[in-house]
């Protein structure tokens, strides 16, 4: 058996069987529908008035505070691109932006990986299924700031569970400081991160996975296929577009991480763990100058609706 003929035969079947369902797709459609554009557009006009409200006109807002030299109490003045223009001279905030960078570069693939793995691990019926999908999802049902508590109050030295564990097995003296130091912090952030967010790309692959016929796996078992071959040429092709969606909900989520270093860290040592979403907030609530936090802002919304465009259009390609 080869990989060729595996590949041939699961997308063959899959072809069939969407060719069948979309011929019955298109045969109830010349059945049923009625083009009523009146009501179409009653009907989403809720739904367009609340966008409106409350995504387009604060976007707008914030565009054009982003022109200004908007101080939070005070009088302010238009200064066109000035804001944008001295990003570049701002050390803090290029910083707060590597720091995301690299941030969301260490978290970014173990969730999907490790969330992979529970969907794999989850997906049969087989006895305790049931429990372990709730205890993985379970972190991102109580919630990320919730989280960064506990973890913060066990990552305390001399009292932490964490710093008695390792205390006992003979790996530390039970009084590492963590969260003062800028490698240990960040590292112990990203466990943390991949903890919590893996419970969600489990479900969104769960889904995923689920929804393949179960027939294309008969066929790959006919030829005589193992299961990294059937997890290969049939799981993986077919739920590509819900990886693509975990890596963009990921992504988005790692560029506009608050919660967890404003919490854990607080931005520190000094100014090391600062993200772009706490360097805004400092700018804006602390410094006082709205204006150049509405700029960050902007230009942050359009990288990461840049990266989050790039990454759909690229793996829609490969589907």
């Known amino acids: 058996m080869t990989q060729q003929t595996i590949r041939t035969a699961a997308s063959g079947r899959w072809a069939e069987t969407r060719t069948a369902g979309a011929g019955t797709a298109r045969s109830g459609k010349r059945r049923t529908v009625v083009r009523q554009p009146k009501m179409g557009m009653l009907m989403t006009a809720p739904a367009f008035i609340f966008v409106a409200v409350f995504v387009l006109f604060p976007l707008g807002f914030a565009?054009?505070?982003?022109?200004?030299?908007?101080?939070?109490?005070?009088?302010?003045?238009?200064?066109?691109?000035?804001?944008?223009?001295?990003?570049?001279?701002?050390?803090?905030?290029?910083?707060?932006?590597?720091?995301?960078?690299?941030?969301?570069?260490?978290?970014?693939?173990?969730?999907?990986?490790?969330?992979?793995?529970?969907?794999?691990?989850?997906?049969?019926?087989?006895?305790?299924?049931?429990?372990?999908?709730?205890?993985?999802?379970?972190?991102?049902?109580?919630?990320?700031?919730?989280?960064?508590?506990?973890?913060?109050?066990?990552?305390?030295?001399?009292s932490g569970a964490v710093n008695w564990v390792l205390a006992q097995l003979h790996i530390t003296n039970g009084a590492t400081a963590w969260l003062v130091n800028t490698n240990l912090a960040l590292a112990a952030t990203c466990v943390l991160v991949i903890w919590f967010a893996s419970g969600l790309t489990m479900v969104l692959l769960l889904g995923?996975?689920?929804?393949?016929?179960?027939?294309?796996?008969?066929?790959?078992?006919?030829?005589?296929?193992?299961?990294?071959?059937?997890?290969?040429?049939?799981?993986?092709?077919?739920?590509?577009?819900?990886?693509?969606?975990?890596?963009?909900?990921?992504?988005?989520g790692s560029f506009l991480a608050f919660n967890q270093f404003f919490i854990l860290t607080q931005g520190g040592p000094g100014t090391s763990t600062f993200t772009v979403v706490m360097w805004i907030y400092q700018t804006a609530f602390v410094d006082l100058h709205v204006g150049a936090a509405a700029a960050m802002s902007i230009v942050l919304v359009a990288v990461v609706g840049l990266i989050s465009f790039a990454q759909f259009l690229l793996l829609r390609s490969n589907t």
């Open 208 to 252: 995923a996975m689920n929804s393949i016929p179960g027939d294309l796996y008969e066929s790959a078992d006919t030829l005589g296929a193992s299961w990294w071959e059937k997890e290969r040429y049939v799981t993986l092709p077919l739920v590509r577009p819900t990886i693509a969606l975990s890596l963009i909900i990921s992504i988005i």
């Open 63 to 158: 565009v054009y505070m982003s022109l200004t030299n908007w101080p939070l109490i005070g009088n302010y003045h238009f200064n066109g691109v000035h804001n944008y223009a001295a990003l570049g001279n701002d050390p803090g905030f290029v910083h707060s932006v590597l720091f995301t960078l690299l941030y969301t570069a260490i978290v970014t693939i173990p969730i999907l990986v490790v969330g992979y793995g529970m969907a794999v691990l989850v997906r049969s019926n087989r006895r305790g299924s049931v429990f372990l999908r709730t205890a993985f999802f379970l972190p991102y049902v109580i919630g990320l700031p919730t989280l960064s508590y506990i973890v913060l109050l066990e990552l305390q030295p001399n």
